[in-house]
């Protein structure tokens, strides 16, 4: 199955950062939500620090409002915030409240290491650099759910206990969502480093960016499998 199309940032970043994105989008935590063979006590522990991970990935969106030099990257970073805060956490809520767990309860859930590295590791790289550092280090969360959601729901277990993930991920609205920041990203970098993004000297810092952040996605599933 080929790659979704975010832009040409992304797939430049994908092809440099090859291993880990493998290593992240074919997790056994991944591979566990499209056959229904996760564990429902990791799914939860992993939700719960996810609903954490989300405030903090909203508040490095709302600092790409504050980056951005353009109403155009303003719209586009508030609307993500927007999607994050207003549609995503929805599932979070829902299906905890499910399971008995009151959103109070999420909002208040002690981070795991794994969780703190990854979300304060992005807030650096945005409040340290510009609006690429920033977007670099955002690029493996929103566009690494697409590619994951896109597969999973051409692939799933019809009778996976895991298909509101799968939609909310696989489904229109979100896979709008990537195909809108992966656009503002490629206007981002061409307004800041040139159009022909990977001859820029800044280019190997950006891609260490998002290859770490990758790296950090891979933790965040290792996390989610040891409840
Ligand atoms: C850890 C993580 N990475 C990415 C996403 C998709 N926004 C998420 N919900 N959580």
């Known amino acids: 199955m080929t ?21 992240y989008t074919r997790h056994a935590f991944v591979e566990g939500l499209k056959d229904g063979t996760l564990p ?29 030099r ?17 549609h995503e956490m929805q599932l979070h809520v829902t299906t905890c409240a499910e399971a008995g ?14 969780n703190l590295a990854y979300t304060r590791y992005v807030l650096d790289a945005g409040h340290s650099g510009d609006l690429a550092d920033l977007l670099a280090a955002l690029a493996p969360c929103v566009l690494g759910y697409g590619e994951i959601g896109t597969r999973l729901a051409a692939e799933r277990a019809p009778d996976t206990p895991y298909g509101d993930w799968i939609e909310t991920y696989g489904g229109a609205e979100y896979q709008d969502l990537c195909r809108d920041t992966g656009a503002m990203i490629d206007a981002a970098l061409a307004r800041r480093i040139g159009p022909e993004f990977a001859a820029a000297p800044r280019w ?12 950090l996605e891979v933790g965040f599933w290792d996390m989610g499998m040891t409840p």
């Open 3 to 23: 790659a979704p199309d975010y832009g040409r940032a992304f797939a430049l970043w994908r092809q440099g950062a090859a291993a880990p994105w493998q290593a």
């Open 40 to 68: 429902r006590e990791s799914f939860l522990h992993y939700l719960v620090q996810d609903y954490v991970f989300l405030v903090h990935f909203s508040r490095a969106w709302a600092l790409a409002v504050t980056k951005s």
């Open 70 to 86: 353009t109403l155009d990257e303003m719209k586009a970073a508030a609307a993500t915030v927007n999607a994050l805060v207003n």
């Open 101 to 114: 767990i009151p959103e109070d309860a999420l909002f208040t859930a002690t981070e795991r290491p794994e």
């Open 204 to 215: 190997p810092e950006l891609q260490a960016q998002f290859t770490r952040a990758t790296v």
